[in-house]
């Protein structure tokens, strides 16, 4: 199975400020990764798909990078409403995997 | 609108079958562009993807190594949802469950969850 592994598991940062989120497949898995936002007590939110794809209605401050194993989420100009847990995802093989999470909290 | 509603006990005693249902609103359990998945979510396991069904001239089914021999899911086209029965539950199979639509991008065919219920927490214990 292919082990996906996020870094920091937890930040802390202020509004207006820029954070990066990274996210290490266990091998390639070319561009078969996608972000989530997820607060609490609710689903998961696509952000990102195909590592650097916006979903429609997701602000551009969100922005994704990356091929193969390593890969990144920045957001920039942090808002109120980014304050949250965020999830890489990856859909290259059968048994679809997340990353452990990443908590982004307000400073 | 397009959603998916979940409904099913909360509370389920171990050894017994945990069973949750999705219903489909907007979209159909019968597309070709898509699959209808289950995913938990627990604080020790974080997302697991459990399996999916999908209809591509026939039914498939995809399931999780980890629940493999316990898990069956099953597509109901005439009230337009898809179930989830988990056999044999234990406190460890305690999270929240969602169900949720996989579709693969225009240009690609990369797949991501674009669509997730509300999410029901099942307990497993006695």
């Known amino acids: 199975d292919i082990q996906m592994t996020q870094s920091p598991s937890s930040l802390s940062a202020s509004v207006g400020d820029s954070v990066t989120i990274s996210c290490r497949a266990s091998?390639?898995?070319?561009?078969?990764l996608n972000w989530y936002q997820q607060k609490p007590g609710k689903a998961p939110k696509l952000l990102i798909f195909a590592a650097s794809t916006l979903q429609t209605g997701v602000p551009r401050r969100f922005s994704g990078t990356g091929f193969g194993t390593d890969f990144t989420l920045t957001i920039t100009s942090l808002q109120p409403e980014d304050f949250a847990t965020y999830y890489c995802?990856?859909?290259?093989?059968?048994?679809?995997?997340f990353g452990q999470g990443t908590n982004l909290a307000i400073k | 609108q397009l959603q998916l509603q979940q409904s099913g006990p909360g509370l389920v005693k171990p050894s017994q079958t945990l069973s949750l249902t999705c219903a489909i609103s907007?979209?159909?359990?019968?597309?070709?562009?898509?699959?209808w998945n289950w995913i938990r979510q627990s604080p020790s396991r974080g997302l697991e993807w459990l399996g999916r069904?999908?209809?591509?001239?026939?039914?498939?089914?995809d399931y999780a190594v980890s629940v493999k021999s316990r898990l069956t899911i099953i597509p109901d086209t005439s009230k337009n949802q898809f179930s989830l029965q988990l056999n044999s539950v234990t406190p460890a199979d305690t999270a929240v469950y969602y169900c949720a639509r996989r579709v693969g991008s225009t240009v690609g065919g990369y797949w991501f969850f674009d669509l997730w219920g509300p999410g029901t927490l099942v307990t497993v214990s006695s």
């Open positions: 091998q390639s898995i070319y561009k078969y």
């Open positions: 907007g979209d159909s359990v019968s597309s070709n562009s898509a699959a």
């Open positions: 995802h990856q859909s290259f093989s059968f048994n679809d995997a």
């Open positions: 069904t999908y209809y591509k001239s026939k039914w498939y089914n």
